[in-house]
């Protein structure tokens, strides 16, 4: 099926651009931004979280989360939270997507897009883009966030397990790599690995969206380029580059 893209009103936004492909859907206002905030099947349920309260809202003076897919810069810092809810400009793509660009950031310089390709393979590329008006070195980084529909279970693959060597039969051969660490683990000061909703398995770890105010947040470097998403029906997965 082939691409289609108009123009609707969204969320109490009188104007958002709205993709659709093979009975799926995604949705981007153009008054606040740039963001995705809808995500899913056609008449069925959003894969994305939205604040039902902010829906609809323009031109507040502090920042606010909406929900869906944003672009934001690390460390998180003051940066983080400049707000994004002006107007953003749209750029159709012909055949592959469209191109969101909000307004240049006064305070820090930097300005945000997000490229939006939806692939004849069904999968939706986002190429993120921060760009520096300075003329001079920033010390932040893109960070591309996904926030997520409550309710779910994430799924974050790990690298396969090896034994150490010592662990081995007598006489079979190893690589000196496997004394070797192939993962590093960031935890904040309120990370609780004794948390119920965070289970680490050999392969496999999960962590669940349950009803709970208490923040919880570890981060690595992952190398094995996925991690999904499973909300009742329906299973969302976000792949990622891995450059060594």
């Known amino acids: 099926m082939s691409l289609s893209l108009d123009l609707v009103p969204y969320g109490g936004w009188t104007k958002a651009v709205r993709m659709r492909r093979d009975g799926w859907e995604l949705i981007a206002p153009l008054e606040i931004g740039p963001r995705i905030l809808r995500f899913g099947p056609m008449d069925g349920p959003n894969v994305l979280f939205e604040n039902k309260e902010q829906m609809g809202k323009t031109g507040a003076k502090e920042w606010m989360i909406y929900g869906g897919h944003r ?31 909000g307004e240049m950031n006064p305070k820090f310089g930097w300005q945000k897009s997000l490229e939006i390709l939806w692939n004849p393979n069904g999968l939706v590329q986002i190429e993120h883009r921060l760009m520096n008006s300075t003329g001079k070195a920033l010390p932040v980084s893109p960070w591309c966030l996904t926030v997520l529909n409550q309710g779910g279970v994430a799924f974050i693959p790990q690298p ?63 190398t094995e380029g996925w991690i999904g998403y499973q909300l009742g029906d329906l299973f969302f997965a976000k792949w990622i580059f891995h450059e060594k």
């Open 160 to 222: 396969a397990y090896v034994p150490h060597p010592m662990d081995l039969p007598k006489g079979t051969k190893f690589s000196m790599d496997d004394y070797l660490p192939n993962r590093n683990l960031t935890l904040w000061k309120y990370t609780d690995l004794a948390d119920p909703r965070i289970k680490l398995g050999r392969n496999l770890w999960t962590l669940s969206q349950k009803n709970s105010t208490k923040a919880f947040k570890i981060g690595f470097r992952h």
């Open 71 to 101: 672009l934001w810069t690390a460390p998180e810092n003051e940066q983080c939270y400049a707000p994004d809810n002006d107007r953003v400009s749209f750029e159709l793509l012909p055949e592959k997507g469209c191109r969101l660009t």
